[in-house]
């Protein structure tokens, strides 16, 4: 029986595997701790290790899995910007979770959205005091608004959806456009100029890091609304406080941060926050801040561990698994996949 480790493993994912371990397919064990070179040697023994967004596989980590005879690396999420793919290739396979429910996390941007506009979070606060005040409470209507939606997978499509239901107009930028579909594609210059609202859905890499920045303030329309609930460093964190400062974002709905990795899913409460952007943007009347719960769903987190166990099942016993990342996929022409064969 295979033994698969899970690193930073909290109650709500252990209670989707659970499942799978009750099964005795494989051997799971749960590590509340994150992976990093110092807890890497706790995947001795592994056949496979699986691990979230802020877990560290870098290229120390992976030559410490290797050595431990670790044959898979499984991410229980989409992104991977925290895997050294390069250095993976050849010595551990990759894989992810590339689906699981694109709605959980578009839902969840428009629910911030539609918070911050209407003010719900402050008219909850208020009223939990018996105060029943209208006073600094007018939002504005979505309707007719322009919604600018930079990235068109699976959840921007998704997200485009939801706001077109609201009628609003919507315009979108991809570096690689969805052909013969009804999408608005623009530059993302004019969309920056243009839109009311922008809202961020498109995967970390070198290209898209720091995708807003100070160089994109003065393109920005004075009071446009920023959503992000995709990968924090998208967007510059200085950038975003100086334009809030001055008056240039009306309003900020953060799902995500680009510092999060050691403050985000743990209860920090009864700590002072030693990251000072972080405290200045939580003080801010319009930012409002989730830690990251955007695919918290029932749906998403029974998919997550479905196609988990079945990317471990197709790697370990298989041979083959058709969500393998490895660092050459850009590539499809020469991509093995292709072939239904492993990446190396």
Do not use: W
Not at 52 to 80: E, H, M, P, S, Y
Not at 139 to 162: C, E, M, N, P, Y
Not at 251 to 278: K, M, N, P, Q, W
Not at 315 to 334: A, K, Q
Request: with cysteine; aromatic share 10%; glycine share 8%.
């Amino acid at each position: 029986m295979e033994k698969l480790i899970f690193f930073d493993a909290k109650p709500y994912e252990i209670e989707a595997f659970r499942p799978y371990a009750e099964q005795g397919e494989f051997d799971l064990r749960f590590v509340d701790a994150r992976l990093t070179p110092d807890t890497a040697p706790l995947s001795a023994g592994a056949d496979g290790v699986c691990v979230f967004v802020n877990d560290t596989v870098d290229a120390a980590v992976i030559d410490i899995l290797q050595k431990n005879g670790v044959r898979a690396l499984g991410l229980r999420c989409a992104g991977f910007n925290n895997v050294d793919l390069a250095h993976a290739y050849g010595r551990i396979h990759v894989t992810h979770v590339p689906a699981y429910s694109p709605y959980a996390v578009a839902e969840h941007a428009m629910a911030l959205l539609l918070t911050s506009v209407r003010r719900i979070h402050k008219a909850y606060l208020r009223t939990r005091d018996s105060n029943f005040s209208l006073s600094g409470l007018v939002g504005f209507d979505l309707h007719g608004k322009t919604i600018g939606v930079v990235g068109t997978g699976r959840i921007g499509q998704a997200f485009i959806s939801i706001c077109r239901g609201f009628g609003m107009n919507v315009i979108a930028y991809d570096k690689y456009p969805k052909p013969d579909g009804d999408i608005d594609y623009v530059s993302l210059e004019e969309l920056y100029r243009t839109s009311d609202i922008i809202s961020f859905h498109c995967p970390l890499t070198e290209d898209t890091r720091h995708l807003f920045s100070r160089q994109t303030l003065p393109l920005l329309k004075r009071g446009v609304i920023l959503i992000n609930t995709s990968r924090g460093a998208l967007v510059d964190s200085e950038a975003l406080l100086t334009g809030i400062k001055d008056r240039i974002i009306g309003a900020a709905c953060l799902d995500v941060y680009e510092e999060e990795g050691d403050i985000f899913f743990e209860d920090r409460s009864g700590h002072i926050i030693d990251d000072d952007t972080l405290a200045r943007l939580i003080s801010m009347p319009n930012v409002l801040l989730t830690s990251h719960q955007a695919f918290l769903t029932r749906e998403a987190l029974d998919a997550i561990a479905k196609t988990t166990m079945q990317n471990f099942r197709d790697l370990l016993r298989n041979g083959f698994s058709e969500n393998e990342l490895c660092y050459r996929c850009g590539r499809i022409d020469v991509c093995r996949r292709e072939k239904r064969q492993r990446c190396f």
